[in-house]
């Protein structure tokens, strides 16, 4: 199933809990179920948000943007963390005024049900995103999977607030706990707002990307007949949703012939792409002892 197909699930699922949540929340009068319910708004828009950018995304390369739109995927999950952050603090400012002035809570079986059903359509949902993002790479469905396993969390621990208040009669704890959720909120905005951010300032690939890359350059310089005669320098990586890019430098003899050298580049493209699924690569043929120009300028201005 594509991205977009889960998202529309994803959707769904928001329509459903913020009913469920909502009702929970009106039938309990409790500051933590509403709390959770006003998330379930968040899950919604983002979802929205999430499905308009991954169709952008898988939008083909244009004279515009020849190197792709993979990049609105970072968008949706600073999207996505912005709008955690402003519910978080709707949340706070709500549940202050309900810790200055404390009100019963009332149906609390039929309150916790809901919240308890809410929370199992979005635990499984976010299992499967988490699956799906790493089949497709991408990161608006794992900003959407945490999210939702955050806000899993946070009925849990609403629920089990709600039960202490019921049994204990501590009016205050619902407020409170409230409040923890909102900070526990914020936390998960913020991380997905800086993510989004390292995205979009060309971060380099993962580490385990990274080894397999250089595990394939020295398995093809060891078994490549002229492989003695090469060096590889100048390694970078990036990432851009789930398009992967790496640039390097292949340095061979200077008198060999220009399809020599190019027969051998051909392979080492095809091996490095094999091993790093969504890989673009882009190798510089350079003759041994010759730098780059790009790397003397930088060595000169360090």
Do not use: C
């Not at 890019?245 to 080492?268: K, N, Y």
């Amino acid at each position: 199933m594509s991205p977009a197909a889960w998202l529309r699930w994803s959707i769904a699922v928001a329509l459903l809990t913020i009913v469920l949540k909502g009702l929970a929340g009106y039938l309990t009068n409790s500051m933590g179920l509403i709390s959770d319910a006003m998330e379930s708004f968040v899950n919604l828009a983002s979802a929205m948000f999430a499905l308009a950018m991954v169709t952008i995304a898988v939008r083909p390369a244009d004279a515009d943007h020849p190197y792709g739109h993979h990049k609105a995927e970072y968008f949706s999950s600073g999207f996505e963390g912005v709008l955690i952050v402003g519910a978080a603090l709707a949340i706070l400012w709500v549940s202050v005024q309900r810790l200055l002035a404390p009100q019963p809570v009332e149906q609390v079986g039929w309150g916790l049900g809901l919240s308890i059903v809410s929370s199992g359509f979005n635990g499984a949902l976010a299992w499967a995103l988490f699956r799906a993002a790493r089949a497709h790479r991408s990161v608006a469905l794992d900003a959407d999977a945490r999210h939702l396993l955050a806000d899993v969390w946070t009925s849990a621990a609403v629920v089990i607030g709600i039960v202490a208040v019921h049994f204990t009669g501590w009016l205050w704890l619902d407020p409170l706990l409230a409040i923890g959720v909102a900070l526990n909120i914020v936390r998960e905005g913020v991380r997905l707002v800086w993510r989004s951010s390292q995205g979009l300032m060309d971060e380099a690939l993962d580490a385990d990307s990274q080894a397999a890359l250089m595990a394939t350059l020295d398995r093809f310089k060891a078994t490549a007949p002229e492989g003695a005669q090469l060096r590889f320098d100048d390694i970078v990586t990036r990432g851009a949703a789930q398009r992967r890019f790496a640039d390097l430098h292949m340095h061979v003899p200077g008198d060999w012939s220009l399809q020599r050298a190019a027969d051998l580049r051909d392979g080492l493209e095809q091996a490095l792409m094999d091993a790093v699924p969504g890989l673009r690569v882009t190798i510089q043929l350079l003759p041994l002892g010759m730098e780059a120009r790009t790397t003397r300028v930088e060595e000169s201005a360090g």
